[in-house]
């Protein structure tokens, strides 16, 4: 190979060379190129996914604080508040207007067995009538010859000494004092020492007041003297024809028309008792009024207010302080869980309703005159003012409906 050839072949393969190394060099660029592509596509997608999620927190964000809203809405809505208007929902006859009675379950109470057991009034409980009505119609007897028991109930003055002097309070409330002794009402030893004693008698009883005396420290462990006069002894009357005739004549005339008396009302109660707490018990309803319904549970809850102020009233005068410091110490629960109590406690009270409505219409009952007069009695003499004639008329639908059943129920 000549000079020349040589040259040439070399040039060209430098050439070569040169354009690998080029096409290197561009590949590694190209490379490059695709690969910012790749990346710049990636972190496109990041944040774009970014910004997909911050939009559905957002939207979740936005709707848990809109469902927060409808439900501070709905609870409020839904919050039952304390009324008496005791007729709403009603009609002038009582019953509970818009109600679909055929979507109150019939209980068949027209066919109902009721084990005599059950209903029956005890010989037990009829002495216990006899007793209370004799105690009941208890007097003061200022007999000379009667001599005080313990149990007995005595009519006393008194006056107390310590050292000779008349102490204040020894007499304040010691004149005409009815004391049951056995009671430990006052100092202990002092009822004891007037056992044995009659009406007329002039007692001494000498005591000492205990080391840890509350009601008046200044007094605590000293000895005091009272001066007692025994004014009577409350004695019961002797059961026979006089007394029955005196006090149960329209009813009896002997005792033992006095006992088939009370064994004849004893079996009354207690069957009308049976009767209301079976439909109590048992009353069920597919659907109710809405606005009845929660007109029901403020009733209930102006009842349990009621309560509530009374008790803290009556402990106040009598004692000084109120046990309750708000409404729902008294009831036992917080807000929340007394409004889930009422409106459960209002159901059954509706279910209940429409139980003796349905019973009452099913077998074409009527409300008499003598039956609504007795419930307009109870109410009062404002009763219709106060009450309204139609919720007095659904009690006496009840009392129509308790007294058809106690003729129609089985009893053996």
Known sequence: MSEEEKVINEEVINEEKENSKD????????????ARKVAAKKDKRKKAFGKVIETVIGLVIAGLFIAAIIMGIYTSATKVSPDNQYSFGLTEEGFVEKA????????????LVIMKGDVDYTDEQVDTDITNALSNHATPNSDPSLEIQDGDEVNIDFVGYIDGEAFEGGDSQGQGYTLTIGSHSFIDDFEEQL???????NVTVEVTFP?????DPTKAGQDATFEVTVNSITTEPELNDEFVKTYYGDYASTPDELRDYFR???YDANLTEYIENYISDNASVKKIPHAYYKNVASMLYFAQQQNYETMNSYYQYLYGYAPYSDF??????????????????AKAAVAEELTYEQIFKKNNLTVSEETYNNVLSQAGTDGEA????PY?????????????????????
């Open 100 to 111: 679909d009675i055929s979507k109150v379950k019939d209980l068949g109470m027209e066919s």
């Open 211 to 215: 080391e840890d005396y509350q009601n």
């Open 264 to 266: 004849e009302k004893g």
């Open 328 to 345: 729902f110490s008294f009831v036992g629960m917080d807000e929340n869980a007394f409004q889930k109590d009422l409106k459960e406690k």
């Open 392 to 412: 007095l008329m659904q009690m006496a639908i009840k009392d129509e409906v308790v007294k058809f059943l106690k003729d129609a129920v089985t009893v053996q």
């Open 195 to 201: 056992i044995g004693y009659h009406p007329g008698d």
């Open 386 to 389: 106060t009450f309204g004639k």
């Open 23 to 34: 096409k290197a060099e561009k590949s590694k660029s190209a490379l490059k190129r695709e």
